[in-house]
């Protein structure tokens, strides 16, 4: 689309703003109508609160940059990406399961079909433990830990995040929890369960861990 200036010569439109871009693509996934936009209003409220610094609407951003990537268009993988992290508390035990429910009551106001809202409410549960036996929601756990394999300085940056969003822990006991994590992660025969997510992510995701167990 181009404008016309009052001289008669074509001009480019201004690009998107990043806001502009994301409400389109939630539009062409879930629709413009009053009750989608309401839902896509509150969850970009909830993204953006305080103490958010990696769960934040960039996190949204890479993961539909990653299903575009992976060519995946499925409705409800687009929705899990938009509700995985829709509660998030550091540290709390319920925060998939809130979630969970939040898109529970959400996705049918937007007009999703039962079949989608249950694939959706089972990859957000999945989080919890990033273990299923459905390959289709393998797909999006994988698409969840592919931060794991990014170039090394988004993967200190993204350490960094979550730091700050544990900054109620003391340094010690942060420590210990992040270690224990990610020796969890090597510890698996694979990271990633799928074979797109593997092959791009899985030995950049290694590296990333052991750089970071030796202090990067």
């Known amino acids: 689309m181009v404008n016309k200036s009052t001289t008669g010569t074509e001009t480019p439109a201004p690009p998107e703003t990043k806001g502009e871009a994301r409400r389109n693509r939630w539009c ?19 993204m953006s609160g305080h103490g ?7 996190h949204i951003d890479e993961l539909l940059a990653l299903a575009e990537a992976a060519k995946i268009s499925d409705k409800w993988f687009h929705a899990a990406i938009w509700f ?13 399961e809130l979630s969970a429910r939040l898109a529970g009551k959400a996705l049918p106001v937007m007009g999703m079909e039962g079949d989608e809202q249950a694939k959706t ?27 794991l394999g990014a170039e090394r300085e988004r993967y200190r940056r993204y350490a960094a ?26 510890r698996r025969k694979a990271i990633f369960l799928t074979p797109w997510f593997n092959l791009k992510f899985e030995a ?13």
């Open 52 to 58: 958010r610094f990696y769960h934040t609407m960039d």
């Open 84 to 96: 995985h992290d829709a509660v998030y508390h550091p540290g709390a035990k319920d925060n998939e």
């Open 121 to 147: 409410i089972a990859a957000i549960r999945a989080t919890k433990t990033h273990k299923t036996k459905d390959t289709d929601v393998q797909l999006f756990l994988d698409a969840d830990m592919a931060i």
């Open 28 to 46: 062409e996934s879930f629709g413009s109508h009053e009750n989608s936009i309401m839902v896509f209003n509150d969850l970009c409220t909830r």
């Open 204 to 216: 950049k995701a290694r590296a990333n861990i052991q750089a970071e167990l030796k202090g990067f």
């Open 161 to 186: 995040d979550i730091r700050q969003e544990f900054s109620h822990i003391s340094g010690w006991r942060y420590a210990w929890g992040r270690r224990r994590f990610l020796k969890s992660c090597l």
